[in-house]
């Protein structure tokens, strides 16, 4: 069983920036790869970006790339996604969501592959 519980949503202006953090218990947390999700309300849950087990390749999806950024550290079993040049269109409840597979390779963007899921942070971004 795993637990991750997702921490600094907010409301920030347009151009700002806010740092969303996961924390995770139960199982061996730095065999495993860590995503973040985001979903809007009717619509479905998007692939935002994906960080290796070992922490050394990341992944973005492509409206993200050169503004957000994955960390992650196996020591305190946490991830992270540091938003920067945030746009109104990034307005989403985000998810942090663990892989499935141990030491899962090639690291992939679909949801299906994540068992273990957050509640949740509400980030709002105005315009």
């Known amino acids: 069983q795993v637990q991750l519980v997702e921490s600094g949503g907010g409301v920030v202006q347009a151009g700002g920036s806010l740092r969303l953090s996961c924390a995770a218990s139960?199982?061996?947390?730095?065999?495993?790869?860590m995503a973040w999700f985001r979903q809007t309300p009717g619509k479905e849950r998007e692939f935002v970006a994906v960080?290796?087990?070992?922490?050394?390749?990341?992944f973005y999806e492509d409206s993200v790339k050169g503004r957000f950024t994955i960390s992650r550290d196996n020591a305190k079993r946490t991830v992270n996604l540091q938003m920067n040049s945030l746009k109104p269109e990034d307005t989403a409840v985000y998810y942090c969501?663990?892989?499935?597979?141990?030491?899962?390779?090639?690291?992939?963007?679909?949801?299906?592959?994540?068992?273990?899921w957050g509640q949740g942070t509400q980030v709002t971004v105005s315009s």
């Open positions: 960080i290796s087990w070992s922490g050394d390749r990341q």
């Open positions: 139960g199982r061996t947390f730095s065999n495993y790869n």
């Open positions: 969501a663990a892989d499935s597979i141990w030491k899962g390779s090639p690291m992939v963007a679909r949801s299906a592959r994540y068992n273990y």
